[in-house]
């Protein structure tokens, strides 16, 4: 009997069903057709190339620029009893050998290798000499030269298709944007290939964007409450925030470390190398930490100051959750974050254009935070995605009270009309809440109208107001004038009483945090099904050791959460759990039925 694609998805990786396209591209690559496959991060992509490798004759070639994963990704597979080995510098010359002779004898399904090493004449004699079953190019949009992961090597990969014109190609990426599509055909020479384009929504992460105060113990408040011991990204601006933060951080005895550009680069790779393969790591990054991260069980992604754009915003929360279980997404921001990313953007060099270009990202991040409807909804419309509200982001959890804030926003704007629209939003507060500061008095700003008209609110309401006057428009700040409040030309319909204006309704910080809370394990229903799968993650630690792997290498969260409910007795009861296929069944069935018992 020869094996269908469905019957190895069960057998070896243990899933009972395909997921989206998976089907049909694996079905088009058994086939021999070429592909290329844009679809998100954690949609399982990595099965289209792995399965018609495994189905077809001979080896698939898999390019990948991400060196330092390789190694996992191959112990990955091997646990799953499928031959795979990789080729790059991280091999000695021995160690590259015996690879190369497993690849002549044709020993092997799967053979990872690093752009600049495939390029070799000598790899690519190799190959040649070898039956091949298709060419993998994962992180496709390498070969974009606009895109921020460009690899040069990334272009001459058209030289595949030349040589090895007869051998199916599939380009795999998660960046689905028109323009990179169109590099990525032209560059490889894709053309003929066939298009599979999924919808980039994640609905297993949920957003949540909260007020900042104090943002580091509101981050501690976070994580305590929903992802105490779980891994997590915490992303800050600048470098020394990162230190700082993780400092903070361990000193509550969370296991956190930094990552940013100015670190060295053992340093930086031995905190990547914590977080991936220990269990409950938490990293506190720059930017400059995303590629080359690979953990499916990263249960939330923090943000603690603002994004530059939904882009950016987007692909960095996406690292949270590719396994499929919830997630969270998590941003707080305040006004201070908008003053200081239009000051950077202001005093950057690029040109007119280019900056007006960044304002209006930055402006589309700044709409999404303000927004009282769906966040979900928000996002996919900026990429081009329709939707329906997704009753999983914090606004459709606890939809904000809106009122009618034209009479504040009314007074906010007079007053800053009336100051002279030269003063930064410290001060417009000063004067509207009716605080007589040396400022205030040296400018007479005492004797204005708007003198203490607002000080029925708080100083964190009108900071929320000022926003909100910012996302909709009728305000900027401007950094030719030192961060002076500034109306725009919309402003004036709402002087004039002409347009109504609806604002949130405005609640503090910790308030709106509490209602929103979730509990880590909340699919595991009793506290005995909790204890279990504590332990349970205590024996696949011992586990992961033990074979020198990651943790979710031997089995992921969502399998262990499966069985502590489950409470499987048998080995065909275990056997049905997701994720548990014959190999692992075989290695750890005894062991697991045991602790259950
Ligand atoms: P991508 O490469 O698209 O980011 P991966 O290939 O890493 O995603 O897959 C993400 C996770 O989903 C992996 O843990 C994988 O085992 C799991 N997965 C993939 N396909 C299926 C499926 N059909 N059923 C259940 N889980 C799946
Ligand atoms: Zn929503």
């Not at 990595?46 to 018609?52: E, F, K, R, V």
């Not at 190694?71 to 795979?84: C, F, S, T």
């Not at 390029?119 to 895109?147: M, N, P, Y």
């Not at 903070?248 to 053992?266: N, Q, T």
Request: a neutral charge.
């Amino acid at each position: 009997m020869t094996a269908t694609a469905l019957s190895l998805l069960n057998s070896v990786f243990g899933y009972p069903a395909f997921r989206g396209q998976q089907a049909e591209v694996i079905a088009h690559c058994v086939g021999g057709g070429d592909a290329l496959m844009l679809s998100p991060t954690g949609s399982g992509k990595s099965l289209c190339y792995q399965l018609p490798a495994m189905l077809r004759d001979g080896v698939g070639v898999v390019v990948s620029p991400l060196i330092a994963l390789m190694q996992d990704q191959v112990a990955a597979l091997a646990e799953l009893g499928i031959k795979a080995a990789f080729l790059n510098s991280t091999l000695s010359a021995s160690e590259a050998g015996a690879v190369e002779r497993q690849v002549r004898n044709g020993e092997l399904d799967l053979l990872y290798v690093a752009p600049e090493r495939l390029l070799t004449e000598r790899c690519l004699q190799l190959l040649a000499s070898a039956k091949l079953a298709l060419f993998a190019i994962d992180e496709a949009h390498c070969v974009s030269q606009w895109g921020h992961d460009f690899r040069p090597e990334y272009i001459q990969l058209s030289v595949l298709h030349e040589r090895f014109p007869d051998v199916p190609r599939i380009a795999l990426t998660a960046t689905a944007d028109r323009l990179t599509r169109a590099e990525i055909i032209a560059r490889l020479q894709l053309e003929q290939a066939r298009v599979f384009v999924s919808s980039i929504d994640r609905p297993n992460i949920r957003y949540r964007v909260v007020e900042k105060g104090n943002a580091r113990k509101q981050l501690l408040g976070f994580i305590r409450a929903e992802h105490e011991g779980a891994a997590g990204i915490v992303y800050c601006l600048s470098r020394k925030k990162v230190e700082e933060t993780a400092e903070f951080l361990r000193d509550e005895g969370i296991a956190a470390y930094a990552y940013h550009a100015g670190m060295s680069a053992e340093a930086r790779a031995k905190h990547q190398r914590r977080f991936q393969r220990e269990d409950g790591v938490v990293i506190v990054a720059t930017i400059a930490f995303g590629m080359g991260i690979d953990k499916p069980d990263v249960r939330f992604v923090a943000h603690l100051d603002l994004p530059k754009s939904i882009e950016g915003y987007y692909q960095e929360t996406g690292r949270a959750g590719r396994d499929g279980q919830p997630a969270d997404a998590w941003l707080a921001y305040g006004l201070q974050d908008v003053v200081q990313l239009r000051r950077m953007i202001d005093q950057s060099d690029g040109g007119e254009e280019y900056r007006k270009v960044q304002v209006s990202k930055l402006d589309a991040m700044l709409g999404l935070c303000e927004a009282s409807d769906c966040r979900r909804v928000r996002m996919l419309a900026y990429f081009g995605e329709a939707s329906t509200p997704c009753g999983n982001c914090d606004t459709c959890l606890t939809p904000p009270q809106t009122m009618d804030g034209t009479i504040p926003m009314q007074q906010l704007l007079s007053c800053i009309v009336r100051t002279g629209q030269r003063f930064g939003a410290v001060h417009v507060m000063d004067v509207l809440t009716g605080h007589d500061t040396d400022k205030v008095l040296h400018w007479r700003h005492h004797d204005l109208r708007t003198f203490g008209i607002g000080k029925d609110r708080s100083v964190p309401e009108w900071r929320a107001i000022i926003r909100q006057g910012i996302a909709l428009g009728l305000l900027v700040v401007d950094h030719d004038a030192y961060g002076a409040l500034k109306l725009t030309p919309a402003a004036r319909a709402v002087l004039k009483g002409e347009q109504r204006v609806p604002l949130r309704e405005y609640h503090k910080a910790e308030k709106a945090t509490r209602t929103t809370r979730r509990a880590s394990s909340d699919e595991l229903v009793a506290g005995d099904d909790v204890a279990l799968f504590e332990r349970l993650r205590e024996w696949r630690k011992r586990a992961a050791a033990d074979h020198g792997v990651p943790a979710y290498v031997i089995f992921h969260d969502a399998s262990l959460k499966e069985i502590a409910r489950r409470r499987p007795e048998t080995l065909a009861a275990l056997r049905e759990v997701p994720g548990v296929g014959e190999r692992k069944l075989e290695a750890y069935g005894r062991e697991i039925i045991a602790l259950v018992e």
